[in-house]
């Protein structure tokens, strides 16, 4: 069945270093691959999003990648901050007339130490 | 304007009775998706709503059931409750089926005893 593999599960960075987090997909239908963080008591915030036409989009400290042929994304955070502590989720969206079907991995527990 | 409201937030049911979860979207939206999400399981999508249609559907026995009324607010429902069942429930909003940007509710988060 469609599944989303994300690494690793659980990331310890100190503040400033980059933290990375990779996923893998199945569904070669998917166009469209957000990220979310999900911080305690919450319910998950959409930080950056890619569609399947684009490799590469940047918003501030935070850049996501996509290499559609190997069906690998990923997740980069530059300059990492205490505040940027949380659970971050990918996912893997199949987007069209017929609606939408979003498989997410299970996440990664990111932690900045100070 | 008003995000995504869950209700009730907190709920603690006992094994074999049913419970109904209310989700009332961004307002303009008209897309609407259920989550549920557990330690073990993470994330795994119930179904889409779009229109009052159910238009996607995830791997979820027929205990789980969903609807999504003409002001686009949904609810779910889980017949004969199972102490499986008990997880953190999410609703997201959408402006339409095609649009990206999902917003998450706070989640209605499901006991059973």
């Known amino acids: 069945g469609e599944n989303v593999e994300q690494h690793p599960s659980t990331l310890s960075v100190q503040e400033g270093d980059s933290a990375v987090i990779k996923c893998t997909y199945s569904?070669?239908?998917?166009?469209?691959f957000p990220w979310y963080k999900q911080e305690l008591g919450k319910g998950p915030q959409l930080i950056i999003d890619i569609r399947s036409n684009v490799g590469e989009k940047k918003d501030q400290r935070i850049a996501v990648t996509l290499n559609k042929t190997a069906k690998h994304f990923s997740l980069h955070i530059t300059e990492t901050q205490p505040e940027d502590s949380a659970v971050y989720f990918c996912a893997a969206s199949r987007l069209g007339t017929g609606g939408f079907k979003t498989i997410f991995g299970a996440g990664t527990r990111l932690f900045v130490k100070a | 304007k008003a995000g995504v409201t869950q209700t009730p937030r907190y709920l603690i049911k006992t094994r074999g009775q049913q419970v109904t979860l209310s989700c009332s979207p961004i307002s303009g939206h008209r897309s609407v998706s259920w989550y549920q999400q557990t330690p073990g399981q993470g994330l795994q999508f119930l179904f889409e709503y779009f229109s009052e249609t159910q238009r996607n559907k995830g791997n979820f026995p027929g205990r789980f059931s969903g609807r999504q009324f003409s002001n686009s607010r949904s609810e779910m429902n889980v017949s004969t409750l199972e102490l499986g069942d008990s997880a953190l429930y999410l609703c997201?909003?959408?402006?339409?089926?095609?649009?990206?940007?999902?917003?998450f509710g706070q989640g209605t988060r499901l006991t059973v005893v």
């Open positions: 997201a909003s959408s402006l339409d089926s095609r649009n990206t940007e999902a917003f």
């Open positions: 569904d070669s239908a998917s166009n469209y």
